[in-house]
Structures are given as structure tokens and as C-alpha cells.
């Protein structure tokens, strides 16, 4: 049986964990504890010895901060310098971990692995956990990993734990004993760990710049907050805020990204992103559109005050402040190739070639988007005159209560065969003039007439600019977009509207600028006359 040995400071019995007292400081220390001389079996075991070696340490710091004040204080160079003795040695010497606190911890052992729980070796060496890998895992796995713990090299890439090992890090303790030094660091790397990361965060107005609002979401920061204010049917969640789901959407919409690259800028997985687009749109849908983007939003007498120009008042109402001017027109968002046969061919385009569908969108002459209608499919029986026929005949959207008589539609030569229609529904259409079969060139007073549509009808056209100016219609829209196409160009549409000045602006001079265009418009050319009558055309030289 093998021999015990008592060690002679804590007297437990060990059996191989035994030394001998030889140094004499060690001697003195053991004196010291036991309170009597030391014979000669006495032996010690390794705990006994690792608590001398600290107090050695601890005693040799002391020293050195003492030496270095008594040449500080002895110095004749600056007799008036004074210093806080107990307040320098207290900088060297670390306080008693006494401050107990709720946050979990691992083990402080040296001598097992705190994720594997593997005992180091000289086959597995253990190595410190690095304060970048500590910091990390407080942050990811709130648990506090204390300096003098070791882990197996294999954990660490570059100073941090990996995925694997940061998920198999579990915590031993529910409580934590700290000292003043140990809570100061954590907070000191906690927060340079937060001012290095670049995590977007709509939550707080103030981590992101006004730039980086207005090039993620289109809107300016005070915008984006004006915009978050109409909402309230949005339900808030620990996982997403009201702000971060807008965000979100407006960010797909203004840069067309897939949604698995918006997750990586959010740090959102893919479903939690459409989870985000889908609460949002409908909000949106619900507390802002209503508002700023429908035909029931603005009565017609209201509209014709604040969204008409004075040149199309000049030009087609005879300045009546009561006639509603609209401009009408469609525009193209592209799809994908859908394997749905039937879909496939009624999205099809022999005019573009490829899958589109077709919004009619409906501008004041200032360039307020007063409806967007559809989309509708782009096979050939949805050409501009049968997307408005259809509109009147069913009255969408209330158009039919909103227009009335002797309202002007400003329309291209794509609705040729719909004008009748409307004029027989009483309203004014105001066309581009076709060439007539045989001619080679407009006379002059239907080139003019033309040209006055011209003058007013452009304001739609720069609306569908805009409009595109948001990636996502710009682009080749998914298909699994296809059923919420309309709400989102409803949406965007609503926030051109509320947050974009208007296209046409309102000048003195325009009324005077309408008149001079009316007078010239009558005016015949004098030069095609001169060259006509002359006979100009048929001669080869001029004498």
C-alpha cells in the first residue's frame, strides 16, 4: 500500500502531489502559517505551493511600486511633487473578486479545456483564451469567460472562437464573482467590440448617417422618421422593430438586392426578411397609402388647385379652376420566365420580346401620381385603350365618381381607340395627331396642336423615371413577387408623392409663357408658304 504523506500546511493526506520545503523563503512562509519549526519529513503539497507563489508575486509587486515611489518622493528635482501612495499600488494590485453578479461563467480551471472539457497534455496543449475570443463569447453566448482560462489551440481562428466551438461553450456558474477590474474591462471591450461593427441599426437615429438613410431607403433621416410615424397596425417584436421592417422593405425596393444579401446587411436569415417585407407592405398598404396615394385621397376641386399648372390650365381648361387635368400612360416592369404555361403566354410581350406586366399610372400635370391601376398582363388584348376602357367601365377605383365632365385626359397616340370612348363619357382628350395616309409631313396647325400635348404630356413620363429610379422595377422582378407587384408600386408611388417635390413647378411667367404658345400655335409658317408658292422645291439652282 503506498505510503500517505500529510502535508504540513492544510494537513490532507496526498500522494504523489508532494514536495519537499527546501527554499528558505518557503521555509519562512510555512513557519509562518503553522506557527512552529519545520522538521524534516515535512512536505508540502502543490496547492499549499501555488498559494505561497502567489503571495511571493503579490508581495514582489508591492515592493517594486514601493521602490518606485521612494525615488519619486526622494528626488530632488521636484520636491513638490506628491502621490497617492494606497492610489498607485491599488493601479498594480488587483481589488478581491467580492462583487457577485447574475451573469453565467465557466470554469477557471488551467487545467481542462472550457469548450471541449479535454484535459491539456503534451499531445493537446492548452493555450489562453484570447480577449478578442472572450469578448466574443460574452456578447454571442452571454457567458463570461474569466483571463486565466485555457482552451484547446484547435477552438481559435484568428483570436475567436469558430462557429462549432462558440456553440459547444456552455457556462458552469449562474453567478459571477468580479472584481472593479474585471467589470471595467468587460464594458472597455464591449464597447470597442460595438464602435467596430457595422451592423445596421434603424432603432437608433443616431448610428447612421443621413447619406446612409437616403442611399439605402431613398428617404432622409428625418423623412424615414416621418414615414415611421404614420404607422401603427405594425406589431412590434423582440426579433424586429416597426422601423427595421420598413427599413428592410424600403431598402429592397431602393436597391433591388436578393433577400438573402439583405439578411447579410441586416443580420436577419432569409425568412426573417420576408417575414419583414410582408409586415411592412401591409402596414404601409394600410396607415400611409390610404393617405397620400389613392384616388378617394384628394377631391377632385382640391387636385385641380394644388396639382394643376398653369400652362395646362392655359392650354386646355381655359383657365377654369374647376376642370381636372389627369395624363395617362403605361409603363413595363420585366418578369422572369414563368414555367406556368398559361401565365407564360398572357405575360408574354411580342412588342418587348419577353414576360412584362403593365401598371396605368395616372399623374396630375405637376407630376402627383394620382392612381396606378393593375398591373395588367401585356398579351395584345391589354394595350393602353383597352387598360382605360376597361378603367371606365368598371369604374376602378371610384374613377367615374372622381372625373367629371369636361375633366381633359392628356393622353399619346397608343389610346387612339379609346377617345372616342371617352368623349362620348363627356371628358375632353387632348392626343398627339396621327399622320395622315399618304401624307409626308403634319400641317402646320397639327404639328402645333402636337406640340402643346407635348408641353404637358412629358410630366408622366419623367414620373415613370422616377418611379424606376427604384431598383426593384428597374430590374427583373422574382416571380414570387408577381401577387404583390401592385401594393409595392402603390407604395413607392405614395412615397414620391409625400417625400418628392413636385416635376412641374408653378412660375409667374408660366401663364404668360401658355398664352404666347396659343397665339403662335394659330400662326401659319411663311416659309413653307414663300417655298410652296414659289415653286422652290422643283428648282435646281437659284438665281
Not at 474585471?182 to 464591449?190: A, H, K, R
Not at 407635348?454 to 401577387?483: L, Y
Request: a positive charge; charged letters at 25%.
Amino acid at each position: 500500500m503506498a505510503k500517505e504523506f500529510k502535508c504540513v500546511v492544510c494537513g490532507r493526506c496526498h500522494l504523489k502531489s508532494r514536495r519537499k520545503i527546501t527554499t528558505k523563503a518557503l521555509k519562512q512562509f510555512v513557519r509562518k502559517r503553522i506557527e512552529r519549526n519545520l522538521e524534516e519529513n515535512d512536505v508540502i503539497c502543490e496547492k499549499c505551493r501555488s498559494i505561497y507563489r502567489k503571495t511571493l508575486k503579490k508581495v514582489n509587486n508591492e515592493q517594486k511600486v514601493s521602490n518606485c515611489l521612494s525615488e519619486c518622493i526622494t528626488d530632488d528635482s521636484d520636491s513638490e511633487f506628491v502621490i497617492n501612495t494606497e492610489e498607485a499600488v491599488s493601479t498594480k494590485i488587483l481589488s478581491p473578486k467580492q462583487i457577485e453578479l447574475n451573469i453565467s461563467s465557466t470554469h477557471t480551471s488551467h487545467r481542462f479545456c472550457i469548450v471541449c472539457k479535454k484535459e491539456g497534455t503534451s499531445r493537446n496543449k492548452l493555450c489562453k483564451v484570447p480577449l478578442q475570443a472572450r469578448t466574443q463569447a460574452f456578447i454571442k453566448n452571454a457567458v463570461f469567460i474569466d483571463g486565466n482560462t485555457r482552451c484547446c489551440k484547435h477552438h481559435l481562428s484568428e483570436q475567436l472562437f469558430d462557429d462549432t466551438s462558440l456553440q459547444a461553450l456552455t457556462a458552469k456558474y449562474t453567478t459571477t464573482y468580479m472584481n472593479r477590474s474585471d467589470i471595467t474591462s468587460l464594458l472597455e471591450n464591449v464597447r470597442k467590440t460595438l464602435a467596430t461593427s457595422h451592423i445596421l441599426n434603424f432603432d437608433n437615429p443616431l448610428s447612421l448617417s443621413d447619406g446612409d438613410y437616403y442611399n439605402l431607403t431613398g428617404l432622409s433621416k428625418q423623412q424615414f422618421n416621418e414615414l415611421s410615424s404614420y404607422i401603427v397596425s405594425a406589431r412590434q417584436t423582440n426579433v424586429r422593430s416597426v422601423r427595421t421592417c420598413i427599413a428592410v422593405l424600403l431598402t429592397k425596393l431602393r436597391t433591388g438586392l436578393p433577400n438573402h444579401i439583405l439578411g447579410t446587411i441586416f443580420s436577419l436569415t432569409k425568412s426573417q426578411v420576408q417575414r419583414c417585407i410582408h409586415s411592412a407592405r401591409v402596414s404601409l398598404m394600410q396607415d400611409f397609402c390610404t393617405t397620400f396615394h389613392w384616388v378617394s385621397a384628394y377631391k377632385p376641386r382640391r387636385f385641380c388647385s394644388n396639382h394643376t399648372t398653369p400652362i395646362a390650365k392655359t392650354l386646355f381648361a381655359n383657365d377654369s379652376e374647376d376642370a381636372a387635368i389627369i395624363v395617362m400612360d403605361g409603363t413595363y416592369i420585366y418578369l422572369q420566365k414563368n414555367a406556368d404555361y398559361e401565365f407564360q403566354r398572357l405575360s408574354y410581350s411580342l412588342h418587348k420580346n419577353r414576360p412584362l406586366v403593365k401598371p396605368m399610372v395616372i399623374v396630375g400635370t405637376d407630376g402627383y401620381i394620382l392612381s396606378v391601376l393593375g398591373p395588367y398582363f401585356a398579351n395584345g388584348k391589354n394595350n393602353d385603350a383597352a387598360i382605360t376602357k376597361h378603367m371606365i367601365s368598371v369604374n376602378a377605383e371610384g374613377m367615374n365618381e372622381w372625373l367629371e365632365t369636361s375633366d381633359v385626359c392628356v393622353v399619346d397616340r397608343g389610346f387612339r381607340d379609346v377617345v372616342d370612348f371617352l368623349r362620348e363619357q363627356g371628358y375632353n382628350v387632348e392626343m398627339p395627331v396621327y399622320l395622315k395616309k399618304g401624307s409626308k409631313q403634319h400641317p402646320v396647325e397639327e404639328a402645333n396642336a402636337s406640340r402643346l400635348v407635348t408641353k404637358v404630356r412629358w410630366v408622366v413620363e419623367s414620373v415613370n423615371a422616377r418611379v424606376k429610379q427604384w431598383r426593384f422595377f428597374d430590374k427583373v422582378v422574382s416571380n414570387h413577387f408577381i401577387p404583390i407587384i401592385g401594393d409595392l408600386l402603390r407604395i413607392v408611388c405614395a412615397v414620391c408623392n409625400k417625400f418628392r417635390p413636385p416635376l412641374a413647378g408653378t412660375h409667374p411667367e408660366d401663364k404668360s409663357i401658355a398664352e404666347a404658345m396659343l397665339e403662335k400655335c394659330k400662326k401659319g409658317n411663311a416659309i413653307q408658304k414663300m417655298v410652296t408658292e414659289e415653286g422652290l422645291l422643283t428648282k435646281r439652282t437659284i438665281s
